[in-house]
């Protein structure tokens, strides 16, 4: 477990500037480069849309002040707290 400083905009405020309604249940995200290691999972991951709506999920672009290295999902990462 770490700490770090995130930078990047509420994942509520995009869901609504992309219209996305509460009537759906859940949402799946997937990743669109390929894993960074050999052999790595493919990352895919539901989050219900009342959890994705809560105001501290954010997709963030940049860590501690820099922009978000390779290692930490470049160019951008969901965080989701809890």
Do not use: C, Y
Not at 40 to 60: G, N, Q, T, W
């Amino acid at each position: 477990m770490s700490n770090a400083v995130w930078t990047g905009v509420r994942l509520k405020d995009v869901l609504d500037r992309a219209g996305v309604k509460t009537l759906g249940h859940s949402g799946r995200l997937r990743r669109l480069d390929e894993p960074v290691m050999p052999g790595a999972p493919k990352f895919l991951k539901s989050l219900a849309i009342d959890h994705a709506r809560d105001a501290e999920v954010m997709i963030a672009f940049a860590m501690n002040g820099e922009q978000l290295p390779l290692l930490n999902g470049f160019p951008l990462r969901l965080v989701v707290p809890g």
